[in-house]
């Protein structure tokens, strides 16, 4: 993330500035967050689609807070051109990309995204946004060490997409197979080609943690890092564990699956038949 500033910045002395053709400027307000949309003069649909977007997510984030910052919505007319504005290639999957108070979205015509999965995606990408705002400041949002599960796992909760992602039973299956991975240390780099699995165990983590801790030491945790806390600090003091604990944890609940809900009683297949024991 932090090579953005970097690429934006030598992209400029190269040909074109990335997205220099959104000059079409409005504002979207609502009653707790502002958004300034930036688009092609001639995308009119896709503007209206995200406009639309923005001004129904307020009510989803409201659970960890306002967006305290009014956030810049940049909607880049092809993926070739949100790849090149933040410095990636190879991210097929990738729609949208999210900072502090700033946001570029792939337009929704250029990948045929229905209204539901455009709600999904700006809920995602603003609630990193907020995370990133409640947790820091303009100038030192992107040195709190907030691993990609956590920040994933926000946003992919918020917008309520698990049913994009692999199942626990699924994800179980697939660490079995692959034990040598590090999904949590490596989930950077393991993103790139095994997305689902890598989000989905992002999703799955932070339902586990929400079950245990629930949303207000979330809140908790953003305001310890923007007092000054980094994320391991600000997770310990709120959750009252380790991250590095709470991973192993939650890995083990996968590896034993502990999500068939082991201790539940079973029943008899066979009920004892007699005069007694037949139901009224
Ligand atoms: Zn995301």
């Not at 996968?254 to 068939?260: D, E, T």
Request: glycine share 8%.
């Amino acid at each position: 993330m932090k090579g953005w500033l970097l690429l934006l910045s030598l992209g400029a002395v190269g040909c074109v500035t990335p997205l220099s053709s959104l000059t079409r400027v409005s504002t979207v307000a609502t009653a707790t967050a502002r958004f300034e949309l930036k688009t092609e003069p001639t995308a009119t649909e896709d503007e209206a689609r995200v406009r639309g977007a923005l001004e129904r997510s307020v009510a989803k984030l409201e659970r960890w807070g306002n967006l305290a910052v009014a956030v810049t919505v940049r909607i880049a007319p092809t993926h070739l051109e949100l790849e090149r504005a933040v410095g990636r290639r190879g991210y097929d999957w990738l729609r949208a990309w999210a900072r502090y108070d700033d946001l570029i979205v792939q337009s929704p015509g250029s990948w045929a995204g229905t209204d539901r999965d455009v709600d999904e995606l700006i809920v995602h990408e603003l609630t990193h946004c907020l995370l990133f705002q409640r947790s820091g400041t303009s100038r030192n949002w992107d040195t709190k060490q907030i691993p990609l599960w956590f920040r994933e796992g926000m946003a992919t909760v918020t917008a309520d997409q698990g049913l994009r992602f692999p199942s626990l039973e699924d994800l179980a299956d697939w660490l079995e197979r692959n034990p040598e991975l590090d999904v949590f240390g490596d989930a950077e780099q393991l993103s790139k080609e095994a997305y689902g699995q890598i989000y989905g165990t992002s999703f799955h983590a932070m339902r586990f943690l929400l079950k245990r801790v629930g949303d207000k030491a979330i809140v908790d945790m953003m305001a310890a890092m923007q007092k000054g806390d980094d994320f391991e600090g600000a997770f310990t003091r709120a959750s009252g564990t380790t991250p590095k604990r709470f991973e192993a944890d939650f890995l083990n609940y996968l590896r034993f699956r502990g999500f068939r809900g082991f201790g539940l009683k079973v029943r008899p297949r066979l009920r004892p038949v007699g005069p007694d024991t037949r139901p009224p």
